[in-house]
């Protein structure tokens, strides 16, 4: 079955430094992938997401690129806030099973002053 | 427009205990979904609706119940709760069934079954 790997947390950063959180998938036919956030307290919320291979899903300074050849979606920032701080999760929807969602396990991200 | 609500926010509930989880969406989307969030785990699927007066099992059904009489709600029922089923529900919807569609989330209840 379809499945989403995510870097295992927490991940702790200084303020301006730059974020990488790995997300790898395994999934049959054409997934599209994106990436959530969830600042404590609060449900999920779309960050990005891409739908077809090589595409470039970006928002708030974050991005990923949809990469086949290599199954990854990786979400990266250049330079990270302390609002920053939040649960990141990787995803996949295959279309081909109705509203599939597959969720990662979850990235915990604090940036420090 | 408020999105995705959710009712309660916080519940505790004793071993063998029922209640009911509303979500609603005001958003007219067609498909609704619950979802547990446990740790280490991301997010599970309990049950989910593809259109008002339809349901079907997810990735972690039992134990729970589901009912879409209305577009816009979507009812969680835990007949006779366990401490299993401590836990974070999410509800979510979304416009429609194709893989790009994006799911908006509700904020969450947190319950605890004693």
């Known amino acids: 079955g379809n499945s989403v790997t995510q870097m295992e947390g927490p991940v702790t950063l200084s303020e301006e430094a730059f974020l990488t959180i790995n997300c790898t998938y395994t999934a049959t036919g054409y997934p599209s992938l994106f990436w959530y956030v969830q600042y404590p307290g609060e449900g999920l919320q779309l960050l990005l997401k891409a739908t077809k291979a090589d595409d470039k899903g970006s928002n708030k300074g974050f991005e990923a690129t949809y990469r086949k050849e290599t199954t990854s979606f990786h979400l990266e920032k250049g330079s990270v806030q302390v609002s920053d701080s939040a649960v990141y999760f990787c995803?996949?929807?295959?279309?081909?099973?109705?509203?599939?969602?597959?969720f990662g396990p979850g990235t915990r991200l604090s940036v420090l002053p | 427009n408020a999105g995705v609500t959710q009712t309660p926010k916080f519940r505790v509930l004793k071993t063998g205990q029922s209640m009911t989880l509303l979500c609603a969406q005001d958003?007219?989307?067609?498909?609704m979904y619950w979802y547990r969030q446990d740790p280490g785990m991301g997010l599970r699927l309990i049950h989910y609706?593809?259109?008002?007066?339809?349901?079907a099992k997810g990735e972690v059904p039992d134990g729970y119940n589901v009912s879409r009489l209305k577009k816009q709600n979507f009812l969680l029922g835990l007949e006779s709760a366990a401490p299993s089923q401590t836990s974070v529900y999410f509800c979510a919807s979304s416009y429609g069934r194709g893989s790009t569609d994006t799911q908006y989330f509700g904020p969450g209840t947190r319950l605890t079954v004693l």
């Open positions: 995803a996949l929807s295959d279309g081909n099973y109705g509203q599939n969602f597959v």
């Open positions: 609706s593809v259109g008002e007066g339809t349901t």
């Open positions: 958003m007219n989307h067609e498909y």
